[in-house]
Structures are given as C-alpha cells and as structure tokens.
C-alpha cells in the first residue's frame, strides 16, 4: 500500500503535471480484438483463458518498459485487473509503473455494460467491488476507471448512467482512491451535441454535490464544440477531464484534442496504432515513442 506522501503527490501530479493516461485496460471482450491489430491469430491463444491474458500482459510489458514510456509525458496508465495481479520484470505491475518510470497507476473496475435502456447502458452490477478495491489499494493503485455508454439524448437515461457512476464513485473514493468517471458518448449518434449538453448538466449536478474531501476526474469523449466542458474541467472536485478517442484515429483525435483547453488523452487504441508483434525492438520502440509524442503534444 502507498503511503499518504505518495498518495499526495500522485494527486498533485494527476491535477497539475503535463502529459496524459494510457489506457492499457482491454478487457477479455475486448482482448482479441487488441491481439488482432497486434499481429496475433485467436489461434495462438486459448480465448478467455490464462494462455490469452498471458499474451495480452507481454504486449502491455512491452509498451510499459518501452524507453519511451515514462512519467516525462505519461501521467499515468489504466490497468486491467489481470494486469495489476501480474508482475513486470519481476516487480508487480503497479509498482514497476510508479517507483520505475514514474506513471500513476490506475485499475479498470467494472464489469462491462448492461443491455440498452432509454438509449443507454448503465454498468452491469459489481457485487464484489469494495473486495477489487481493497487489493487495488494493497497494491499500491491510485485510482480506478468504470466506464458507461450514452448512445442517443435520453434525458431520462442519461442521468441515470450520471447517477450511477458518482454514486459508485463514492464508494470506490472511501477506499482511498480517486475514480475515473467514464459516460462515454457514442461519437457516430446522430445528436451527439444534444446528448452532450443534457450530459454537461447531470455531471454538474453531481459534482456540486459532493463533499470538499471527494474528488474525481473526468474521461469524455472529444466534444462536438471545442471548450464545451469548460466548467467542468474548473470545477473543484474535477481533478483532471480527460478524454477518450472513441474510434477516431490517432491523428483526427489529436486534431481535436488539440482544440480543447485543459483537457488531456486518455487513448487506447490510438496509443497502439501501427504496432506488430513482428515488429523488432527498435522498430517498435520508434513507432511508440513517435504516438507518445503526438499524443503528448495534442495535451499541453
């Protein structure tokens, strides 16, 4: 477990350092898709088992001891559970990420999404989440991400997504972590800005609700209209907004993400754009250390 020092100065750094989150946090239905445009066949692993998460971990290895990977313009990186249960170079995951190159470490805790409802998916229930945190904790875990999904402008549905993330975000902020609230707007909705002011609202409303000791931090996708959450990004209890890429490309996300003030990335695939694993060390570590720099760029 950190230390309160630590935990206060990973906090100072997620609210006020350059850079941005590297979102390494596939889950199992998202695994193979991640190995395909890495180069690996479902034929080389057994789907769903230890075989694929073990192959999964040695391409998130690669890209955590990458050279260019590091806290000079990496703030932090989102795990997935599997991944902070293992080791890197013989060191657990979220250790290797903070003592070694200086990365705040961050866990994925939900258990995926729930079928559509009023042109939403709420978060499926995690009956055994205060466990997940207690071990997140223990294992030296700054924060963790849940992510929803908005798909049309439901009011009705859209604040119950709201509710639900900052109401299970209380719950992860009495274990001593900071949550990453994700309501993901689908970026191919047809009235996507409609979705995103009813979202701006509902997410002000619960951010005024809470207390001067609860803080969290913000992951949206990119904004139709530049500076739209603006008063979220200054309010007090939002310590970073951070955006996903949501399918854009690497480069269309950076050209927005540019636009927006006081927002950072918090990218997964655009991250790992190009990357095979045929690919030799040096070739691999020039296209990461190339994404890194576009992305960090797009940040500041």
Same mark, same amino acid.
């Given at each position: 477990?950190? =230390?309160?020092?630590?935990?206060?100065?990973?906090?100072?750094?997620?609210?006020?350092?350059?850079? &941005?989150?590297?979102?390494? @946090?596939?889950?199992?239905?998202?695994?193979?898709?991640?190995?395909?445009?890495?180069?690996?066949?479902?034929?080389?692993?057994?789907?769903?088992?230890? =075989?694929?998460?073990?192959?999964?971990? /040695?391409?998130?290895? %690669?890209?955590?001891?990458?050279?260019? &990977?590091?806290?000079?313009?990496?703030?932090?990186?989102?795990?997935?559970?599997?991944?902070?249960?293992?080791?890197?170079?013989?060191?657990?995951?979220?250790? &290797?990420?903070?003592?070694?190159?200086?990365?705040?470490?961050?866990?994925?805790?939900?258990?995926?999404?729930?079928? !559509?409802?009023?042109?939403?998916?709420?978060? *499926?229930?995690?009956?055994?989440? @205060? !466990?997940?945190?207690? %071990?997140?904790? /223990?294992?030296?875990?700054?924060?963790?991400?849940?992510?929803?999904? $908005?798909?049309?402008?439901?009011?009705?549905?859209?604040?119950?997504?709201?509710?639900?993330?900052?109401?299970?975000?209380?719950?992860?902020?009495?274990?001593?972590? $900071?949550?990453?609230?994700?309501?993901?707007?689908?970026?191919?909705?047809?009235?996507?800005?409609?979705?995103?002011?009813?979202?701006?609202?509902?997410?002000?409303?619960?951010? @005024?609700?809470?207390?001067?000791?609860?803080?969290?931090?913000?992951?949206?996708?990119?904004?139709?209209?530049?500076? &739209?959450?603006?008063?979220?990004?200054?309010? *007090?209890?939002?310590? %970073?907004? $951070?955006?996903?890429?949501?399918?854009? =490309?690497?480069?269309?996300?950076?050209?927005?993400?540019?636009?927006?003030?006081?927002?950072?990335?918090?990218?997964?695939?655009?991250?790992?754009?190009?990357?095979?694993?045929?690919?030799?060390?040096?070739?691999?570590?020039?296209?990461?250390?190339?994404?890194?720099?576009?992305?960090?760029?797009?940040?500041?």
């Amino acid at each position: 477990m950190i =230390s309160d020092a630590t935990f206060s100065e990973q906090l100072k750094r997620a609210r006020e350092a350059k850079g &941005f989150l590297a979102a390494l @946090d596939q889950s199992g239905g998202s695994t193979p898709k991640a190995l395909r445009l890495y180069g690996i066949e479902e034929t080389e692993y057994e789907l769903g088992k230890e =075989s694929m998460y073990g192959v999964i971990h /040695a391409m998130r290895t %690669r890209i955590i001891t990458s050279p260019g &990977f590091n806290g000079e313009r990496i703030l932090g990186a989102i795990l997935f559970e599997n991944t902070m249960d293992k080791d890197i170079e013989g060191i657990p995951t979220p250790t &290797f990420l903070w003592e070694k190159k200086n990365v705040i470490p961050f866990l994925k805790c939900d258990k995926g999404l729930a079928a !559509e409802e009023d042109g939403c998916q709420v978060m *499926k229930p995690m009956p055994d989440l @205060d !466990e997940l945190l207690k %071990r997140a904790k /223990a294992k030296g875990v700054f924060g963790t991400k849940m992510r929803s999904n $908005v798909n049309s402008a439901n009011a009705a549905g859209i604040k119950k997504v709201v509710e639900q993330q900052f109401e299970v975000g209380k719950q992860i902020i009495g274990h001593g972590l $900071v949550p990453i609230i994700e309501p993901e707007v689908n970026i191919s909705s047809s009235d996507k800005v409609e979705i995103e002011a009813i979202l701006k609202k509902e997410i002000l409303v619960q951010l @005024d609700a809470l207390s001067e000791d609860q803080n969290v931090m913000l992951k949206l996708s990119l904004p139709s209209i530049n500076n &739209f959450y603006k008063e979220l990004i200054a309010h *007090k209890r939002c310590v %970073r907004l $951070v955006a996903l890429s949501g399918g854009y =490309s690497r480069d269309n996300a950076n050209a927005i993400l540019k636009k927006q003030e006081g927002m950072i990335a918090s990218f997964s695939r655009a991250l790992t754009e190009g990357q095979k694993h045929q690919m030799s060390d040096d070739e691999y570590n020039k296209l990461l250390d190339v994404s890194i720099a576009n992305i960090y760029e797009a940040s500041i």
